[in-house]
């Protein structure tokens, strides 16, 4: 069984990016993939910051990511781009980090000004870490995760829209997961 991992960039505890995160795990796992999350913002930001790979919780967090064979990569527009504490984890990983992954960019924010983010900004660095694949990334529109009493959830074109890609990166993993098990079957 493939291990998904979705990894967050949000410094805040109350997270939109979290929310659309947790609903691609779930459909994830009802797809039968093995998932896990990883918050960048729960890491000891010292040991970030300073780059201190040998630290256990950023060891573990390292080895999350070696671990996975595929990564839903999720952030928040700040500033026309990801965040830096994004960028800050995606510094600690080897320059071939993402070397046979299949990634999912999402972003969050609360216009359609920054849709551009993913292709312009994230992209670029998931393909300079190796990434083997990444796959059409989604925008989801801060006003399209309603908040309130009840559990969060999605608009229901957002979701629909965000379950499109989800389900061609699980397909996507999936076919690399199958090309790896034929090259090594192979004599």
């Known amino acids: 069984m493939p291990k998904l991992l979705a990894l967050t960039g949000s410094p805040s505890t109350h997270s939109r990016t979290a929310v659309v995160a947790e609903h691609v795990l779930r459909r994830l796992s009802h797809s039968g993939f093995e998932t ?10 010292a040991d970030l910051l300073s780059v201190r790979r040998g630290e256990p919780e950023i060891r ?7 671990e996975a064979d595929g990564l839903v990569i999720a952030t928040p527009v700040y500033k026309a781009s990801y965040t830096g504490l994004l960028k800050a984890f995606l510094d600690l990983l080897p320059q071939d980090g993402l070397a046979g992954k299949t990634v999912l960019p999402l972003a969050t924010g609360g216009s359609l000004a920054h849709v551009l983010t993913i292709d312009y900004a994230l992209r670029p660095v998931l393909a300079a870490l190796g990434a083997r ?5 989604r925008f989801v529109l801060d006003s399209s995760v309603e908040r309130g009493s009840g559990p969060d959830r999605l608009r229901p074109d957002a979701e629909l829209d965000l379950f499109q890609a989800v389900d061609e990166f699980a397909d996507a993993v999936r076919a690399a997961a199958a090309a790896g098990t034929a090259l090594t079957a192979a004599p």
């Open 133 to 137: 694949h990444v796959t059409a990334g």
């Open 60 to 66: 573990r967090a390292l080895e999350a990511v070696a």
């Open 36 to 45: 896990a999350h990883l918050a960048v913002r729960d890491l000891p930001a």
